[in-house]
């Protein structure tokens, strides 16, 4: 059966510092992954989605980055975090149609003071 | 832009009462994806509906589909503490096919 990892699970950063968020899929092969945030008390914001190895969309501008170096391992980076990157980071994948359902990981919660 | 909006935001009811929440999308959907969140955790999918004026039914959760494809409700019958979350619907657009959330409504139940 497939499951999606993403790690950590909880970080607190200071402004200014760099972040790296992992995600990992197993049990599938060439999933659509994609990156979401959720400010506290508010709805799914689509970041990053990748249908493939080194293909990156991006949808919002921001001060944030993906990057999919294998098949099944998507990472969200930054080099300097802001405040308003505060957040909890949802990884997810599909397989087939960007259409059909999501599975997320667990996320990572992102405090930036 | 495409958009998705859900209404309403938050809702609070004494347990055993009935909850709805409702879903608009700014353009004709291919299909709906209903998600939960509990407090804490990650969505996770409860159900897609495909068809123009659908119904389906989950134990006492009934989700429907609208005739243009445009709108969704998802009714939660005699509601229980274990119903406590946040409801998602989402979309997948035309242009593109990434799924597109609404902003959710978050459930309260009093028991």
């Known amino acids: 059966s497939q499951t999606i990892h993403q790690w950590p699970a909880t970080l607190v950063q200071p402004v200014g510092s760099p972040l790296s968020l992992e995600c990992t899929v197993e049990?599938?092969?060439?999933?659509?992954l994609y990156w979401y945030r959720q400010a506290a008390g508010r709805g799914l914001q689509l970041l990053f989605y990748?249908?493939?190895?080194?293909?990156i969309s991006s949808e919002v501008p921001q001060n944030l980055s993906a990057s999919r170096p294998q098949d099944r391992q998507f990472i969200l980076s930054s080099k300097k975090l802001l405040l308003s990157d505060s957040g909890f980071y949802l990884c997810?994948?599909?397989?087939?149609?960007?259409?059909?359902?999501?599975?997320f990981g667990e996320g990572s919660r992102l405090t930036v003071l | 832009g495409q958009q998705v909006m859900q209404i309403p935001q938050y809702q609070h009811v004494q347990e055993g009462e009935d909850f709805t929440t409702y879903c608009n999308s700014s353009t004709t959907l291919s299909n709906i994806q209903w998600y939960k969140q509990r407090p804490g955790g990650h969505p996770v999918f409860l159900i897609q509906l495909v068809k123009s004026g659908e119904v389906k039914k989950q134990k006492r959760l009934t989700f429907q589909f609208g005739e243009a494809k445009k709108n969704s409700s998802l009714h939660i019958t005699a509601t229980q503490t274990t119903d406590v979350g946040t409801y998602f619907c989402a979309g997948p657009f035309s242009n593109t096919g990434k799924l597109i959330f609404g902003q959710g409504t978050t459930l309260q139940v009093k028991p």
């Open positions: 049990g599938t092969s060439n999933p659509n």
């Open positions: 997810a994948w599909t397989g087939g149609t960007h259409a059909g359902e999501l599975f």
């Open positions: 990748s249908v493939g190895i080194g293909q």
